[in-house]
Every structure is written in structure tokens, then in C-alpha cells.
């Protein structure tokens, strides 16, 4: 299968252990924002968003955290498993009511078994 | 309905010549979305329309990429004399209004 994200900011965890992938987003008007996991060979798979009036979302092993003063994003994998070995994207909505996202450069998460 | 289906899922062509690329979106979806990725980056916004209304173009779509989704259901994109800088992967997403996005698995478009 093809490659996604060649030379992308990786992150090795070991399998068990709990992961934390950051991002920092460009505009302070985004009021939406959403984390997608791209497995190679593959399009993009939503995992969590958040809407900007929250700071925290959780959902199943997966937690966001969004902190508007630094405009930093973060997902938080726990027991991370080999399975969650992909490219993460985090997506900003800078135009409410569009949906139209920018997308941040990725990281690759390697799950060390 | 499963999902967002792309065809393609690859084309090979030369320079010059013109492709056409298929997106059928989740049937109950009235938003449906291009965008392109190239190695090692993120996707990048082309186009997006609600139902058969083409509401916004990037500046990365020339004039030689057109889009068009007729009956508000399937859209196509098309790129003529394509270039070697064309070569990417070509994704479509589809969305009902204040969703999150669900991706096609893409098109990958290689220009020789």
C-alpha cells in the first residue's frame, strides 16, 4: 500500500501505554474542531471533535482537550493498541456555518509492541 | 449505503491529457466536499457543495479543474492537461449540515 505522511513528526509509544498527540491551530475564530486517524492507503476516519465553548470531550479511549488561549489542541489515546498505528490529523472550521476545515500537517503514531 | 465511495481509486495518466474523478456521497448527505493531499501533508480544501449548489472554490482550484454535482447526489471532478503537478491523492468527504465529515478512501492520481 502507499505511504501517508513520509516525513511526518512521529510519536513512538509502546503498546499498553497512553498517547498525547498535540496541535496548534492557526485561527482564533475557528469555533469547531475535530481530529481525524488516516491509516495508509486510506481517506480520513473522524475520531472526536469539539466545538469551541468546551475545553474537554471524551470519548471511548480517546479524550480532546482544546485550549483556546494557546490555541492548542491535544487527543489523548489511552492503552494505546497496535491497531491506533496511523497518521493523526487535527481539522479547525474557521468559518462557522461552512464546514470547510484546514488541516494540520499530521503526526504519525508508531505502537510499539 | 456504507459510506462514501470514490472511483477511481487510482489513475495513472499523462501529461496533458484529461481525468475525470467520481464521488458518490452518503445518500442522506447534502453537503459533499473535494479536497487534495499530497504526501506528507494534510488535506487541502477545493471545493464544496450543498446540494447541487456549488457554494465556495479554493484558489488552489484552476481553471482547468471544474466540479459539478448535477442532481445534488454524485459529484465529478474533472482536470484537464493535467500536469505533473496534479499528482495527488483527490478525497471526497460528505457531511449533513453541522456534521463532522465522513472521507472517501480517495482517488490517487499519478501524471506521467
Known amino acids: 500500500g502507499e505511504s501517508v505522511g513520509l516525513h511526518l513528526p512521529t510519536l513512538s509509544v509502546q503498546e499498553g501505554d497512553n498517547s498525547i498527540i498535540n496541535c496548534a491551530y492557526s485561527?482564533?475564530?475557528?469555533?469547531?474542531f475535530i481530529w481525524y486517524k488516516q491509516e495508509s492507503g486510506k481517506g480520513p476516519q473522524f475520531i472526536i471533535d469539539?466545538?469551541?465553548?468546551?475545553d474537554k470531550r471524551q470519548g471511548q479511549r480517546v479524550t480532546v482537550l482544546l485550549n483556546k488561549t494557546v490555541k492548542h489542541l491535544s487527543l489523548q489515546i489511552a492503552a494505546t493498541q497496535p491497531g491506533d498505528s496511523a497518521v493523526y490529523f487535527c481539522a479547525e472550521n474557521p468559518t462557522s456555518g461552512t464546514y470547510k476545515y484546514i488541516f494540520g500537517t499530521g503526526t504519525r503514531l508508531k505502537v510499539l509492541a | 449505503d456504507t459510506g462514501v465511495s470514490q472511483d477511481p481509486r487510482h489513475k495513472i495518466t499523462k501529461r496533458g491529457q484529461n481525468v475525470t474523478f467520481r464521488c458518490d456521497p452518503i445518500?442522506?448527505?447534502?453537503?459533499l466536499y473535494w479536497y487534495r493531499q499530497t504526501l506528507g501533508q494534510g488535506p487541502e480544501f477545493l471545493t464544496y457543495f450543498q446540494n447541487e449548489a456549488q457554494l465556495e472554490k479554493s484558489r488552489l482550484l484552476s481553471d482547468r479543474f471544474s466540479a459539478e454535482r448535477p442532481k445534488g447526489s454524485f459529484s465529478t471532478l474533472e482536470i484537464q492537461r493535467t500536469e505533473q503537478g496534479d499528482s495527488a491523492m483527490y478525497l471526497c468527504a460528505s457531511s449533513r449540515q453541522g456534521n463532522g465529515y465522513t472521507f472517501g478512501s480517495g482517488t490517487r492520481l499519478t501524471v506521467v
Open positions: 485561527n482564533s475564530a475557528s469555533d469547531y
Open positions: 469539539i466545538r469551541s465553548n468546551m
Open positions: 445518500s442522506e448527505h447534502n453537503r
